[in-house]
C-alpha cells in the first residue's frame, strides 16, 4: 500500500497548485483520503478530505472557500487545487488514506501517508 504525493512546487502568492495523490495496492473506492500540511516550525495540520462512501468534502478554515478536493477513481488518484495561494500556505502537504469510507480530521484516523510535497508561495 502506497501513496504518491505529487504537484508541489514553487509559487507566487495569488497562483494556483492542485497536488495529486496516486493510491497504489488498493482502491480509491473504500477509503476516505485526507490532506495535511506541516509549515516550517509547526505541527502537522488538517488541510481536507474527501469521504468515498458519499464524496462528501470538508475544509479547514484556512483553506475553505479557495481549495477543492476530489477523487478520480478511474486513475485511482486524489487531488488538492489551492487558489489564491497565500505565503502562510507554504509546507509540505501530505495525502493520507483512512482504513474506512469516511473521512475524519484526526491524523490518527490515517493509517497510510504519502511523501509529502512541498509548496513554497513566494514571490
Known amino acids: 500500500v502506497q501513496l504518491q504525493a505529487s504537484g508541489g512546487g514553487l509559487v507566487q502568492p495569488g497562483g494556483s497548485l492542485r497536488l495529486s495523490c496516486v493510491l497504489s495496492g488498493f482502491t480509491l473506492d473504500y477509503y476516505a483520503i485526507g490532506w495535511f500540511r506541516q509549515a516550517p516550525g509547526k505541527e502537522r495540520e488538517w488541510v481536507s478530505y474527501i469521504s468515498s462512501r458519499d464524496s462528501r468534502t470538508r475544509y479547514a478554515d484556512p483553506v475553505k472557500g479557495r481549495s477543492t478536493i476530489a477523487g478520480d477513481n478511474a486513475k485511482n488518484t486524489a487531488y488538492l487545487q489551492i487558489n489564491t495561494l497565500k505565503p502562510e500556505d507554504t509546507a509540505v502537504y501530505y495525502c493520507?488514506?483512512?482504513?474506512?469510507?469516511?473521512?475524519?480530521?484526526?491524523?490518527?484516523?490515517?493509517?497510510?501517508w504519502g511523501q509529502g510535497t512541498l509548496v513554497t508561495v513566494s514571490s
Open positions: 493520507a488514506a483512512a482504513l474506512r469510507s469516511y473521512g475524519s480530521d484526526n491524523q490518527r484516523d490515517y493509517k497510510y
